[in-house]
C-alpha cells in the first residue's frame, strides 16, 4: 500500500526546501553498508574503501535494518535551508536521551536479533551513553566519508534546490511532487508515496513539510518522522549520474577556437547551474580562472546568474544553449 501524507491549507503553507549534511552522512553509511544497491556510487565506494576501513559502523548498522524503521534522531530534518553539519550534530546531542528509547526500540525491533542481543540490551538501557555515543560516531562517518567531498555534493544538491524552486513556480506543487520522483502523486490534498513500509497513513496538522534532495537516498523516496520532527520527503537528487566520473570532453573545437578552450569548458559545464567552486572541482582549474571566465561569459550574456544561500549559482541563457547544447548548434 503507498504511504499517504494529508495536507491541510495551513501544511502547504508551511512547505519548504532543504539540505542535510547530517542526511547525506547517515544515508552514505548505509550505503556502504550495502554497496551492491548503489550502482552510481560504485567510483566513490572504491576510493573511500580504505578510509571507511577504520570506522567501527556496527552499532550504526544494527540501527539500519534492510526494511523497517530508522532512528529519526540520528538525522532529523533540518531547522533551516542551509545548515551546516556541525550545527545538526550539536542538535543531535542536545537532544533529550529520554526521547530516543522507542526511537532505538523501533530499529532494534526491525532488525532481526538485535533487540534481544547484548549490544542492543546496552543501547536501551542508557540512551544517554548511546546517544552520546552515537553522535561521535556520526562526526567520524561525516570527516571520513562525506566531508572531502561536501563541496561537490551541496552544488549538487543546491542546483537541485534552485532548478525545483523554479519549478515550483512554473507548474505548482501538486506537479513538481511528480517530477521529483515517479514514486509520488498528489490527489485531494494527499501526498502518496509508492514503496514506503510500515504506517501507511500520516495527518501533518499543520507541520508542513520540508523536501530535501538526497546524493545517497537514490533510487529510493525515503518518508518519515515521528513526532516532535517535521515531517519530510527524501528524494534522489537530479544529476547524480556524473557525480563521480569526469565528463567526457564535450566541448566542441569550433567553440574552443572562438572563446578559448577553458572558457568554452566552463560554457559547456553548466548543464546545471552551478557555482564557481563547483566549477573549479570538477573541470580542475584554478579558482581565479574560473571566475574570470564566469564573469566573461556573464558579461557577453552567455550566462546569467543568481544568489542562492552562500553562493552564486550560474547558468546558461539562451545563446548560452545555442553555443553549448549540440542540437541548438549548426554543424561545424
Known amino acids: 500500500m503507498p504511504f499517504h501524507l494529508h495536507f491541510d491549507e495551513s501544511d502547504l503553507l508551511r512547505c519548504r526546501f532543504a539540505l542535510s549534511p547530517l542526511w547525506e552522512t547517515q544515508a552514505a553509511v548505509r550505503t556502504l553498508l550495502r554497496p551492491g544497491q548503489h550502482g552510481y556510487h560504485q567510483p566513490w565506494l572504491r576510493r573511500i574503501r580504505s578510509a571507511a576501513a577504520g570506522l567501527d559502523l556496527a552499532p550504526l548498522r544494527l540501527l539500519m535494518p534492510e526494511s523497517g524503521h530508522n532512528p529519526d534522531f ?10 551546516s553539519f556541525e550545527e545538526e550534530i550539536a542538535g543531535v546531542r542536545a537532544i533529550d536521551p529520554l526521547l530516543i528509547r522507542e526511537d532505538l526500540a523501533l530499529a532494534l525491533t526491525d532488525q532481526p536479533g538485535a533487540l534481544d542481543s547484548p549490544v542492543g540490551r546496552a543501547m536501551l538501557a542508557d540512551p ?21 567531498d561536501w563541496p561537490r555534493l551541496r ?44 504506517r501507511h497513513s500520516r495527518v501533518l496538522g499543520g507541520q508542513g513539510l520540508v523536501l530535501m534532495p538526497s546524493v545517497f537516498a537514490w533510487p529510493d523516496v525515503v518518508s518519515g518522522y515521528e513526532p516532535p520532527w517535521q515531517p519530510a520527503v527524501i528524494y534522489p537528487a537530479r544529476g547524480i549520474g556524473s557525480l563521480w566520473t569526469q565528463p567526457a570532453d564535450r566541448t566542441p573545437q569550433a567553440l574552443a577556437r572562438l572563446l578559448g578552450r577553458a572558457r568554452a569548458d566552463v560554457l559547456c559545464a553548466l ?19 574560473v571566475s ?10 552567455l550566462l546569467t546568474s543568481r544568489r542562492y544561500g552562500h553562493q552564486v549559482l550560474y547558468e546558461r541563457t539562451p545563446l548560452g544553449i545555442a553555443l553549448a547544447v549540440p542540437e541548438h548548434r549548426a554543424p561545424e
Open 74 to 83: 540520528l538525522s532529523p530534518p533540518p531547522v533551516g535551508p542551509y545548515t
Open 271 to 289: 548543464d546545471e547551474p552551478a557555482g564557481t567552486s563547483a566549477l573549479a572541482h570538477r573541470l580542475g582549474l584554478a579558482l581565479s580562472s
Open 128 to 148: 544517554a551513553r548511546t546517544l552520546r555515543e552515537l553522535a561521535a560516531l556520526m562526526e567520524q562517518a561525516w570527516q571520513v566519508l562525506v566531508e572531502p
Open 292 to 301: 574570470e571566465h564566469l564573469s566573461v561569459l556573464r558579461a557577453a550574456g
Open 155 to 198: 552544488a549538487l544538491l543546491e542546483a537541485d534546490i534552485a532548478y525545483h524552486s523554479r519549478r515550483l513556480a512554473e507548474v505548482g506543487f501538486a506537479r513538481l511532487l511528480g517530477e521529483l520522483s515517479p514514486q509520488l502523486s498528489w490527489t485531494d490534498s494527499t501526498l502518496s508515496l509508492v514503496g514506503m513500509r510500515g
